[in-house]
């Protein structure tokens, strides 16, 4: 009779949690709205552990204020609001802004001629110059059932 085979041992290496943090909101189509959605993102940074003032904090302000003044401005539909949502997981902040005018989509990441210098006395067309000079990756997604999303990655310091 033979002895029963013992398993191999293994040794779990122990893997820190991962906390995803959410925050979704929808705002009205103005410029009301719009400061409300960039005054709510940085309390709820700071809720997070990313104090006010610091750089990330600062990056997102500009980030949420210009994509939430494009939605406001360019993919506004009357009745219509745009929607905020934040996500802070394994060290990258996401900021989504999205709006229900699907069939004006600013150019992305990438496209011929982008970023465009605006005229040195142009009152608009340098947020998403800010955008891309801010943010580590952004991108322009379809937002199902109507409309488009801008996304924009921070990525968190260690």
């Known amino acids: 009779?033979?002895?029963p085979a013992t398993p191999p041992?293994?040794?779990a290496v122990p893997q820190p949690?991962?906390?995803v943090r959410v925050f979704t909101q929808r705002f009205s189509s103005t410029p009301r709205g719009a400061?409300?959605?960039?005054?709510?993102?940085l309390h709820q940074l700071h809720s997070w552990g990313v104090p006010h003032g610091t750089e990330v904090s600062e990056t997102a302000a500009v980030l949420v204020a210009e994509l939430a003044a494009n939605a406001v401005t360019?993919?506004?539909?009357?009745?219509?609001?745009f929607e905020l949502r934040l996500a802070l997981a394994a060290g990258t902040l996401t900021v989504d802004v999205s709006d229900t005018r699907g069939e004006r989509r600013p150019p992305g990441p990438g496209a011929t001629g982008f970023p465009a210098d605006p005229?040195?006395?142009?009152?608009?067309?340098r947020g998403l110059v800010l955008v891309a000079?801010?943010?580590?990756?952004?991108?322009?997604?379809?937002?199902v059932p109507?409309?488009?999303?801008?996304?924009?990655?921070?990525?968190?310091?260690?």
Request: avoid cysteine; charged fraction near 30%; proline fraction near 5%.
């Open 1 to 3: 009779m033979t002895a």
């Open 9 to 11: 041992t293994t040794t």
């Open 17 to 19: 949690p991962v906390t």
């Open 35 to 41: 400061r409300l959605a960039r005054h709510l993102a």
């Open 74 to 81: 360019h993919g506004r539909v009357p009745g219509r609001d």
């Open 119 to 125: 005229a040195g006395d142009a009152e608009n067309g």
């Open 133 to 143: 000079a801010l943010a580590d990756r952004w991108s322009v997604l379809d937002r």
């Open 146 to 158: 109507v409309g488009k999303t801008v996304r924009a990655e921070l990525d968190l310091p260690r």
